[in-house]
């Protein structure tokens, strides 16, 4: 069974800090996904990243499948980055459509 | 494209009223799941389909929960007969193909008095 763990559970920071969101997983995955949520709003979809790295804007997702770990890193944080993120694994096949889901850090920017 | 859209935003109804949830995917996309959110259990795969067929509901909790898709731009999950402790907040979401990503919806907040 494949678990997805997330560190820290809580986060906070203040404007203009680096942040590091990191996400380990017991059994090897298709695809690994990071997701945004914003307090009492929808689920945004950040990455999906298999290998290497991605990069959009100020936030960098990475993933090293040797070690079966992933980071978010948020560069430059702001207030508005303050939000639950959320990883979760692809299960390799015949189950690749499943997610299964970390328990989320809740992330706190302060200006 | 709108996105993934649900209706309603927010559903309040009383113990053992039947509650129906509704969803309309992107279209093009050929994945769709419902997921519920909880404080205690956080994100849960309910059910999916691919191309209108349910692939795997062995996530829905009980035989009060019953989902359908009758085409590629609707899907319904019904609750019937709802109990409080289904408040939650159901998410659907599409994708194309299994490796394409997820857009989901904005939810639908569930209180069941």
């Known amino acids: 069974k494949n678990e997805v763990e997330q560190s820290p559970q809580n986060l906070t920071a203040q404007e203009g800090e680096f942040i590091t969101i990191n996400c380990s997983y017991s059994v090897g995955i298709s695809a690994l996904h990071w997701l945004q949520q914003h307090p009492g709003g929808g689920i945004v979809s950040l990455f999906m990243?298999?290998?290497g790295k991605k990069k959009h804007g100020r936030l960098i997702a990475t993933i090293n499948i040797q070690e079966k770990h992933s980071s978010l890193h948020i560069t430059a944080s702001h207030p508005r980055d303050s939000a639950v993120y959320i990883c979760a694994g692809q299960n390799p096949p015949p189950d690749t459509d499943k997610l299964i889901f970390g328990t989320g850090t809740r992330l706190q920017v302060f200006p | 494209d709108a996105g993934v859209i649900q209706s309603p935003r927010h559903e309040v109804t009383e113990m053992g009223q039947e509650v129906t949830l509704r969803c309309k995917p992107i279209?093009?996309?050929?994945?769709l799941f419902w997921y519920r959110q909880t404080m205690m259990r956080g994100l849960e795969l309910l059910i999916y389909f691919n191309n209108n067929v349910p692939i795997d509901d062995s996530g829905m909790p009980e035989d009060r929960f019953s989902a359908k898709m009758p085409n590629a731009s609707f899907s319904t999950l019904k609750i019937q007969p709802s109990e409080p402790r289904d408040s939650a907040v159901y998410f659907c979401a599409s994708s194309f193909t299994v490796r394409g990503g997820y857009t989901f919806g904005s939810g639908t907040r569930l209180t069941v008095v």
């Open positions: 279209s093009g996309h050929d994945y």
């Open positions: 990243l298999s290998s």
